[in-house]
């Protein structure tokens, strides 16, 4: 079992343009969080899927979007770049009922915006 | 005030000693307590939760939680110069997926040899 994976590992972006990170969950597991950790802070939530829907979402402006496709993976993605959205975005799977005790970090992406 | 603190360090122990990381929190609704290690450049990894009050042992880690005082504790005996990362603390109000986890900004933690 691979585990959680996620892709890219790192990448470089221009402040405004648009970025997309992808997520592919731990087998057996049908939830996936983000979350955005800056340096020296701990995870800040982003938002949640499970079953192809967003069911919770922390306070990230609406340039923050994401799905979750019929195989359990997902993807971020970021608009309009600032400089702020630099950081490590982490996503986490779970089963649905034990998301908090049975979550499974990936090692991130980290994305620096220019 | 933030919901969870957690003191950032860095903590610097010598090999073999008896490591306390701690966090406080605000919200007595939490029931459930969880510790993640993060090495660097790597994602966390849960070490071990704790539900309601009381400790909980796992090896070398123990984790201990006071909700009168609204206090949590993750004790490492026998520290290693492996178990040298960042420490998170992270709370919830439940453990299904409906609750989303509130986490601490982590402890550093070096053990040197």
């Known amino acids: 079992d691979a585990g959680v994976t996620q892709s890219p590992t790192h990448l470089i972006k221009t402040r405004g343009q648009q970025v997309t990170l992808r997520c592919s969950p731990k087998?057996?597991?049908?939830?996936v969080s983000w979350y955005q950790q800056a340096l020296g802070q701990g995870p800040q939530f982003i938002f949640q899927?499970?079953?192809?829907?967003?069911?919770q979402r922390g306070n990230f402006p609406d340039r923050f979007s994401g799905h979750q496709f019929p195989n359990y993976s997902s993807e971020l993605n970021v608009n309009a770049l600032l400089l702020g959205d630099s950081a490590l975005y982490l996503c986490?799977?779970?089963?649905?009922?034990?998301?908090?005790?049975?979550?499974?970090f990936g090692q991130g992406t980290r994305l620096t915006v220019v | 005030q933030k919901e969870v603190e957690q003191d950032p360090g860095p903590l610097s122990v010598p090999e073999g000693a008896i490591v306390s990381l701690n966090c406080t929190y605000s919200?007595?609704?939490?029931?459930?307590f969880m510790w993640y290690r993060q090495y660097s450049r790597k994602g966390p990894e849960l070490l071990m939760y704790?539900?309601?009050?009381g400790n909980k042992e796992d090896g070398r880690f123990t984790a201990q939680v006071d909700k009168s005082s609204k206090y949590i504790s993750l004790f490492i005996r026998d520290s290693q110069p492996s178990d040298s990362a960042t420490y998170l603390c992270?709370?919830?109000?439940?453990?299904?997926?409906?609750?989303?986890?509130?986490f601490g900004r982590g402890t550093s933690l070096i053990v040197h040899p």
């Open positions: 986490a799977s779970s089963p649905w009922a034990d998301s908090n005790t049975e979550a499974f």
């Open positions: 704790t539900y309601s009050s």
């Open positions: 087998s057996g597991h049908d939830t």
């Open positions: 919200n007595s609704a939490f029931q459930y």
């Open positions: 992270a709370m919830s109000l439940a453990a299904g997926g409906s609750y989303i986890p509130t």
């Open positions: 899927y499970y079953e192809e829907e967003e069911r």
